[in-house]
């Protein structure tokens, strides 16, 4: 590889940044179109609603209503952005942590909570929403986005696919191949890391000593970006650029700088690991406050359009939970359903045993 293409390839030296903390801007690297107001405004409306979906999944766990929830609160910016770059016939595949997202590209929340009530399924249908079931082992995800947006390459249409994955999954073989596989075959893949800190107790300076995550994709050929997570302006921008290099063929990795503010998930104690110290800096860093106050500073949000804002998350979550309040009905014997186009002998043999059991109950 020769030094020029090497220079294309490699990340910023700094995350890209055009927002400050306190919502002024600041001179970004040229190269990028920036957003439109109207879709700041927009990213904005999503974050609150974003957020307040996120604080009542939260509140579903203390009920019992829901058996897991990784909060992405303070990711919100990447979060936002991955649902507002996407088009309809793109395709997304989020982890655990991703629910946030898929609700902003319009999925239906209590479907998006399914699996983390704990359905034996992930509660929608992947083909109509273009939206593959939430991957909770680390990076088997970026493996089947790959391959899939090389079969849409394949079947010469111009869509592409987004994996999101953490930091500490970045260390698996799996993403690894991913790379590899995504640049070698042309694959259109956006690979977006959200490196919030942390893989549950492991801080990043344990999990990897590569300078930036973005590096990760310079040895496989494959371009490579670094940007500040919590800027909404540079996260979009940032996407939209990979998302144009992705439909010309050439896979993209990006690594946000993000913090995960709440613990990795419910069940989970981050005080053991991690000082409030610590997090008070990052919620200094808010990225829905920092888009409030650059939109305000600009004249661009109202009073009145953040009150509509908050009043539409308020009706999403008072929604959720009256639907996450009734019993859902499981069948049992639906847990051996789509394991495999045809079943094993011993999932049939399984699946008789169950059935004999629960007629055993019934009788
Ligand atoms: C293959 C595999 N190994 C281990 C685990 C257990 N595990 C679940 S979440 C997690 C940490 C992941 O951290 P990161 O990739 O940074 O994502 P985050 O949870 O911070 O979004 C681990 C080790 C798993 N789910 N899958």
Redesign the pocket.
């Known amino acids: 590889m020769s030094d020029h293409i090497a220079t294309d390839l490699l990340p910023s030296a700094t995350p890209v940044r055009y927002l400050a903390e306190d919502g002024t801007t600041v001179d970004g690297p040229a190269g990028y179109t920036l957003p439109s107001v109207e879709e700041l405004r927009d990213a904005h409306r999503r974050m609150v609603v974003g957020r307040r979906f996120d604080a009542q999944s939260t509140a579903l766990t203390k009920q019992g209503r829901l058996a897991v929830y990784?909060s992405s609160r303070g990711q919100e910016a990447c979060q936002i952005a991955a649902a507002m770059v996407l088009r309809e016939d793109d395709w997304l595949f989020p982890?655990?942590?991703d629910s946030m997202a898929m609700v902003s590209r319009g999925m239906d929340p209590v479907e998006v909570l399914t699996l983390l009530r704990g359905d034996a399924h992930c509660g929608y249908d992947p083909n109509a929403a273009r939206v593959a079931p939430q991957c909770?082992?680390?990076?088997?995800q970026t493996l089947h986005a790959t391959g899939l947006a090389y079969a849409l390459r394949r079947n010469g249409t111009d869509s592409a696919v987004l994996a999101l994955?953490?930091?500490?999954?970045?260390s698996?073989g799996d993403f690894h191949e991913a790379l590899n596989f995504a640049a070698v075959f042309e694959a259109p893949v956006v690979f977006l890391v959200?490196?919030?800190k942390?893989?549950?107790s492991?801080p990043l300076d344990k999990?990897s000593a590569a300078p930036s995550l973005a590096y990760k994709g310079v040895g496989y050929g494959v371009r490579s970006e670094q940007v500040d997570g919590n800027d909404p302006v540079a996260m979009l921008a940032v996407l939209h650029k990979a998302f144009e290099h992705a439909r010309a063929g050439a896979p993209f990795l990006i690594e946000a700088h993000t913090y995960?503010i709440e613990a990795?998930t419910n069940a989970d104690d981050a005080t053991r690991y991690r000082d409030s110290a610590e997090v008070d800096r990052w919620l200094d860093a808010d990225p829905l406050a920092r888009l409030e106050k650059h939109l305000r500073g600009i004249g661009a949000l109202t009073d009145e359009d953040v009150a509509e804002a908050q009043a539409e998350g308020e009706r999403l979550a008072a929604d959720l939970r009256s639907r996450m309040n009734a019993d859902p009905h499981l069948d049992p014997m639906a847990l051996f359903d789509h394991v495999y186009a045809r079943p094993t002998t011993q999932l049939v043999e399984q699946r008789d045993l169950l059935a004999t059991e629960l007629k055993a109950q019934e009788g």
């Open positions: 990784p982890t655990y942590r909770t082992p680390l990076s088997t994955i953490g930091d500490g999954a970045t698996e959200q490196n919030n942390y893989a549950i492991v999990q995960r990795h």
